[in-house]
């Protein structure tokens, strides 16, 4: 699995965090807890499409840009408003 994430991360498809790793791709984005598997959690959107990768991409950045815990699903649940998901 740990290979399985360290190309994902060369490709910028995911974030590491001291607990965990965040990983997107165009169907939505999950976080793993590998200290704590009761918090991971993965929000699915209900459509597939460039325009919601390219969101969720964004989303990301301007989480970590702005210093909120990417491993909040409450932080990406408030930047997806008006977009159908489900966690």
């Not at 740990?2 to 490709?11: L, P, T």
């Not at 959690?41 to 499409?49: A, G, K, R, T």
Request: glycine share 6%.
């Amino acid at each position: 699995m740990a290979a399985f994430y360290a190309s994902i991360e060369i490709e910028g498809l995911c974030h590491r965090t001291e607990s965990g790793i965040l990983y997107t791709n165009a169907d939505g984005v999950s976080y793993a807890d590998e200290n704590n598997p009761e918090k991971s959690w993965s929000i699915l959107l209900e459509e597939q499409s460039e325009e919601n990768y390219n969101r969720i991409m964004e989303m990301m950045e301007e989480i970590i840009e702005n210093g909120k815990d990417v491993r909040e699903r409450e932080e990406w649940e408030k930047r997806l408003d008006g977009v159908s998901y489900k966690v």
